[in-house]
C-alpha cells in the first residue's frame, strides 16, 4: 500500500511520548524491550522515529505505550478534560 504524505510529521504524540519516557527513566532500548513482552515490536531505531515524528503509530502501539509508561491516550495526545 502506497503511504501518502502531506507533511513531514506522520503523527502528533510523538513529542509527548518521549516526554512520558523521560518521565518514567527508561531509555528507548529499555522502552521497546518491554513493548517487545506485549508483543508489540518497536526496534530503538523506529521508537527515536517516533519520538521525533517521523515514523506512523498504530492504535495497537498507542495502546501499549500508554500502558508501559503508565499515561492515558489523552496525555499522548495533549487533551485534558477541560476541552471536551
Not at 527513566?25 to 519520538?51: H, T
Not at 503509530?57 to 477541560?82: H, M, Q
Request: proline fraction near 1%; aromatic fraction near 4%; glycine fraction near 4%.
Amino acid at each position: 500500500m502506497k503511504r501518502i504524505k502531506h507533511s513531514k510529521q506522520l503523527n502528533i504524540i510523538g513529542s509527548n511520548v518521549r516526554k512520558a519516557r523521560r518521565n518514567a527513566k527508561l531509555s528507548q532500548r529499555e522502552v521497546s524491550e518491554k513493548l517487545e513482552l506485549q508483543a508489540v515490536y518497536i526496534c530503538r531505531g523506529s521508537l527515536s522515529r517516533l519520538e521525533h515524528g517521523r515514523r506512523a503509530v498504530t492504535d495497537l502501539e498507542i495502546n501499549a505505550i500508554c500502558k508501559l509508561l503508565r499515561v492515558s491516550p489523552n496525555d499522548l495526545f495533549g487533551w485534558n478534560a477541560a476541552a471536551t
